[in-house]
């Protein structure tokens, strides 16, 4: 795997950040559908340490995404960072992902 920029860390560090304060673990796996690497992408931007989400249309998949295979190209070469978190919060979860989120939080108050 390769080493990650300076920058792409600053992402690792404020998803992580913003999971811990919302109570929030992932769990599940990928079912290798795709629909994160074809789009439309739900986009999180950052401004001081808020995170903020936007829904773009991507016309074209991932240039690392083997359309015919439904697999990644590059998954253990030179995966995005981007791909390295997904999910990154339930809000940019594609209907019928694998994966989910549940929250400590809401654990806790049953108990």
Do not use: Q
Request: net charge neutral; glycine share 6%; with cysteine.
């Amino acid at each position: 795997m390769r080493e990650f920029t300076e920058s792409e860390l600053y992402l690792k560090r404020i998803t992580e950040k913003v999971r811990k304060e919302r109570g929030l673990i992932l769990k599940g796996e990928c079912k290798r559908c795709g629909k994160c690497c074809e789009g439309p992408a739900k986009v999180y931007l950052i401004k001081d340490d808020e995170i903020t989400f936007e829904r773009f249309n991507i016309e074209k998949a991932c240039e690392g995404f083997d359309k015919e295979k439904r697999l990644c190209k590059i998954h253990d070469k030179d995966k995005p960072l981007v791909c390295v978190l997904y999910p990154f919060l339930p809000e940019v979860l594609f209907d019928g992902c694998g994966f989910w989120f549940e929250n400590i939080n809401d654990a806790l108050s049953l108990i």
